[in-house]
């Protein structure tokens, strides 16, 4: 595959974006592919280090199942606010940790660069699990849908993470998605297997089976949390 160098821009684009916009949190998802984990995380820890990174949040991910856009990394960031992230990206972007960030991904390969609003969390940070299913959905009625997650989440509990997110970006086949998250991949699988069994979720599928249609399932392992 032919590798192209991370612009600043795109890395800026990675790392500095709003957590909270009319009182909901936002992300930034940016899918790359990288030599290693190992090395992706070493450069993220060495830029974290750097005082000038205060304000700035990103989580480290490596693709594990599924993952159509053929990445091997995600890099989930936020932000407080369209303000913090201002003042955040601009520390950031005039520190001597970033252009030793910058240098040490130069190999990196850029894939896609997407924008999630959270729009539910019945659980902990996304941040917290080690690993994370990611079903991506097409919904025609976020309101209902969400009703039916909560009633879901109240019969079921969650593993850790349940959270509800609107894409604002990327593909119209894909409006929506939910996190599913837990300590490792056994816990969070396991988690699904009893899910799929139980009376609830026949419930919850009943409820849903004309607002919604899953367009894929993703699975990821943390490599590293920064900033949190």
Do not use: C
């Not at 201002?86 to 240098?103: F, I, M, Q």
């Not at 009703?147 to 604002?168: C, H, I, S, W, Y």
């Amino acid at each position: 595959m032919k590798r192209t160098s991370l612009s600043a821009f795109v890395i800026a684009l990675a790392l500095s974006f709003s957590s909270y916009a009319q009182a909901q949190a936002i992300e930034r998802v940016i899918s790359l592919n990288f030599d290693s984990s190992a090395s992706a995380a070493e450069a993220l820890e060495e830029l974290f280090q750097d005082s000038d990174m205060r304000g700035n949040k990103a989580t480290l991910y490596a693709a594990d199942f599924g993952v159509m856009s053929g990445a091997s990394h995600v890099i989930v960031a936020d932000h407080d606010n369209y303000a913090a992230r201002a003042t955040a990206d601009k520390r950031r972007r005039e520190s001597h940790g970033w252009a030793k960030y910058l240098l040490a991904t130069q190999d990196a390969e850029f894939v896609s660069a997407d924008l999630a609003i959270v729009v539910e969390d019945f659980g902990k940070p996304r941040h917290e699990a080690g690993y994370v299913i990611v079903f991506l959905m097409q919904v025609k009625d976020v309101n209902a849908y969400r009703a039916a997650l909560k009633d879901l989440n109240t019969a079921q509990r969650n593993p850790g993470v349940l959270r509800l997110v609107e894409l604002r970006s990327g593909s119209t086949a894909v409006t929506h998605a939910v996190l599913v998250g837990a300590d490792d991949f056994a816990a969070a699988n396991e988690y699904i297997d009893e899910l799929f069994a139980s009376d609830a979720f026949a419930t919850f599928k009943a409820n849903v089976s004309d607002i919604r249609s899953v367009v894929a399932i993703e699975m990821y392992r943390r490599v590293g949390a920064y900033g949190y």
